[in-house]
Structure formats: C-alpha cells, structure tokens
C-alpha cells in the first residue's frame, strides 16, 4: 500500500535523516527483538552507536552537544523505529522528554553538563512521575524532597519508569511542599550514581517486552540544590503540564506509524496466503476490513501531520495533543486487533510482528495519560 506523501511540515530536507533513521532502525533494532525481549531492554551499546551516527538529542541546540533539528526530525525518527517494529528502545523517551525538560528548565551550568552527555549517549535519560499508589493525578505524588543547606534529600518510589533500568539520570517529580497541591511539586535532577538511588525489578509485561520499565527507590538521596529545574521550587506541575502536549504528540506518532506498519504487513501476508483455492486477499472481507484500515490509517496521518505543523509553530494547545493521542492510539488498537484477524492462527503466535503489535499498542491507551483522561481534557473546552 502506497502510504501518503509526508507533507512540508516534514520538508524534502528531511529525506536524507529519514534514510539514516531507518537504516539504523533495521540494522540495530529489528535483529535484536527477541533477545531484547528475553532480557527486558536494549544494550548499552545501543545508545553509543545511536550518539555515533546522530541520533540522540536531535533537536537540541548544538551549543549543548545536540544535532540542532526540530521536532520533525525526532518525528522521522520516531516514525521510522515505529515502521521498524521495534518497541524496546527509549529513544523517545529520551530525545523527545527527558531532554527537553533540561533544555527548558535546566541551569545554563546543568545543561552544558548534562546535555552533550545525552548527546553522545553516555548518559540516558528517564522521567520518574508514576508512583505506585499514584497514575495521572500528578498533584498526589508522596516522594518528598527536603531542602537541607544546599543540597535537597529525597525519599520516596517510582514505578512504570521506562529507561528506568539504564538511567544514568532521572528527572523527578517530587513534593518540595505537600501542602501546596499542584504548587508543592518540583522537578530535580538526579543522578543514578547517588547514594540512596537503588533500582528495583525491570517489570514484566504483557506488551513492550524488551522496553526498558522499571521501579526505582530513594532513601535519602542527597543531591545539590542546583539539581533543580526552574528558578524556584514549585514550578513543577506547570513545567509538566508545558511539556505533555509534545509527549502525546510523540504518543500519537508511534500509534500512526504502528497503524500504517500493520497494514503493510497484513496486505503483504493476504496476498501470499491462500485459502480455498485463492488468495486471503481475494476474499471480500479481507479487502473491506483492509480498506477500512487505510482510511483509518490516512486520516490518522493527515491529523497528526497537522499536529506536527502546529507543534513546530509553537500552536499546539493541550486539548489538540490529547486528541491526537486519544484518536490515534484508539484506532491503532482497533487496525490491529483486524489486521491480526487476518492473520488466523498464525496471528496468535508470538514469532509474528502483528502478534508482538498487537500487545505492545495496547498500552498507549494509558500511559501519558489515559483515554478517559483525554477525554476529560478535551471536554474542558466544549
């Protein structure tokens, strides 16, 4: 299937990243799935072979390191890993979140510090949010920081961390005032080679098998005061909320990529497998349920283009992310959950990419904020 013509939002001098991103997705990512899988994240090395070649910190200024892109091309990126099938590395994690947060809110001193690191891809990147007792409802985190002379002292939990397990920093969210609410969380720094830090199991599952997910425990962790993001402590929720809209854009991203990815596939296996006599594809069935994915698949492509467009222009608003997310990882669950239909038995064994998609799409309906709330942001401005 013929996919839609990126538009200029992504530009033709975005043609020669886009070749370097998908060969380095199918020759580093797509060999290494299954082992990834068995041991619950990618290498190290990975990420030094990605700072080699230019893909780490795309879109950060060159003055700390960075390749000085934009967010199209992150989104190339992005796109193409999604295309490779991969769903182990945290690359987006890393480039398109954590790295952006110290760009923004970071001291001049600590970008310069942290930021070529992220770069050369010795140093990778987590954002530690989720606890266990506490998803979405940001204003609820318990992990406390206290300010003793110049130094804060952290203790608390973390947990659904991706990159958790290889972070050599986290970007915490943390109470500085639990009386506060929203105005009591901060944003520190913390390096993983910190006294107190400790790691704890790399979370088993169902989908995103080789992805990276861990818990991660502070028991007074000691870091200085310039660790923190922002002139003043407080500043935390806005800063995350300034940021979430490019996080579910990148959510958005990975789902209509996914989408088109499954759809190639299918085709593909339709037109070779037969059935009484003829090809999969022939049936009418097959060709509805595939032609139903691809305007699926085109109109999840058009809005997200337009997301992209209005992102690099600085006009992307809270309520348009949430839809892009909502939208696009909504249908990628239906597209592929047909697709795998399509497939019959053989759709169900793990060896097949559509049976791997099909439980890794699965959780973007839920992390960067749920569909129910999107739909809550959403609904704010009706």
Not at 105 to 132: C, D, H, N, Q
Not at 147 to 158: E, L, Q, S, T
Not at 189 to 204: E, Q, W
């Amino acid at each position: 299937m013929p996919l839609p013509t990126p538009n200029s939002a992504w530009g033709r001098e975005l043609a020669d990243f886009r070749e370097l991103a998908r060969t380095f997705c199918q020759k580093e990512l797509a060999p290494n799935a299954e082992r990834w899988s068995e041991q619950k994240q990618v290498d190290r090395e990975l990420w030094r072979k990605a700072g080699e070649v230019g893909l780490l910190a795309i879109s950060i200024p060159e003055e700390y390191g960075g390749g000085g892109g934009t967010f199209a091309h992150e989104a190339v990126l992005f796109e193409e890993q999604a295309r490779s099938g991969d769903s182990a590395w945290g690359v987006a994690v890393h480039n398109g979140i954590v790295a952006h947060y110290l760009l923004a809110y970071a001291s001049e001193e600590k970008k310069r510090e942290w930021l070529p690191k992220f770069a050369s891809g010795e140093m990778v990147g987590a954002i530690g949010m989720t606890e266990p007792g506490t998803g979405s409802d940001l204003q609820g985190i318990t992990t406390r920081a206290v300010r003793d002379g110049d130094h804060y002292v952290i203790n608390g939990a973390k947990t659904f961390i991706t990159n958790g397990g290889l972070a050599d920093l986290v970007v915490l969210a943390v109470k500085t005032d639990p009386d506060a609410g929203a105005q009591g969380v901060s944003l520190i720094g913390v390096p993983a080679d910190t006294p107190g830090f400790r790691r704890g199991r790399l979370l088993d599952k169902i989908g995103l098998k080789g992805q990276d997910t861990a818990e991660l425990f502070f028991d007074d962790v000691r870091v200085p005061a310039a660790n923190l993001l922002g002139a003043r402590e407080g500043e935390g929720f806005i800063q995350m909320m300034q940021q979430l809209p490019q996080e579910r854009l990148i959510i958005a991203i990975g789902a209509m990529a996914g989408m088109e990815a499954a759809i190639e596939q299918t085709i593909a296996y339709t037109k070779e497998r037969t059935a009484f006599g003829r090809p999969i594809f022939g049936f009418q069935n097959t060709k509805f349920t595939l032609a139903e994915a691809a305007t699926e698949a085109a109109v999840a492509r058009a809005f997200v283009d337009q997301c992209i467009e209005r992102h690099l222009a600085g006009e992307l608003d809270v309520q348009g992310a949430a839809m892009a997310k909502l939208w696009t990882t909504e249908r990628v669950n239906k597209v592929v959950d047909d697709c795998l239909q399509l497939f019959g038995g053989y759709g169900y064994m793990t060896e097949y990419p559509i049976a791997r998609a099909w439980t890794d799409v699965r959780i973007q309906r839920i992390f960067g904020g749920t569909s129910e709330i999107m739909k809550e942001i959403i609904s704010r401005t009706l």
